[in-house]
């Protein structure tokens, strides 16, 4: 039963870290302007965040046979396959602005980084996921979110 009351324990922080990255990203973008493109700036963080996904991907990859509920297998198959797909679209984003393309090259890989980050989320939620894993997805969480004001503008409150 211990082994089972963890992997509830680690659901649920699951659930609560992933609620949380979601409401963080929602607070930072409330009254967010479009910020002025800093190509460095942009890339350095592209580059930082390509590392912290290939991280978490490792971690995802390590927790394979850690699991208890067959019942999740699917689950976190699935989890794996998102994290994979995040992994290599977070490295094609840093070279594309390492080899000096735009906001308006790169928003379509972003959009998709994005898209597979909602996607892995979902799948950890119903997936048991180890505390060393969500780690490492909050600090890849955290880098998206700084990309976020470079290529999401809020739309203005109409008067």
């Not at 009351?5 to 659901?11: E, K, Q």
């Not at 094609?92 to 890989?109: I, M, N, S, V, Y």
């Amino acid at each position: 039963m211990g082994s089972w009351v963890r992997s509830l324990g680690a659901r649920r922080a699951a659930l609560g870290l992933i609620g949380a990255l979601v409401l963080s990203g929602v607070a930072a973008r409330v009254g967010a302007e479009l910020a002025t493109w800093d190509q460095k700036r942009v890339t350095a963080i592209a580059t930082e965040l390509s590392d912290a996904v290939a991280k978490a991907a490792l971690e995802v990859e390590k927790g394979k046979g850690s699991r208890v509920d067959v019942g999740k297998e699917r689950a976190f198959y699935e989890f794996a396959e998102d994290m994979r797909l995040a992994k290599n679209t977070s490295r094609h984003l840093a070279k594309q602005l390492q080899d000096g393309k735009g906001r308006e090259e790169t928003f379509p890989t972003y959009r998709r980084l994005k898209t597979l980050r909602n996607d892995a989320a979902e799948s950890a939620r119903r997936a048991v996921t180890p505390d060393s894993t969500i780690g490492a997805i909050t600090s890849a969480g955290e880098l998206m979110n700084r990309l976020r004001p470079y290529y999401e503008e809020e739309p203005k409150p109409k008067p």
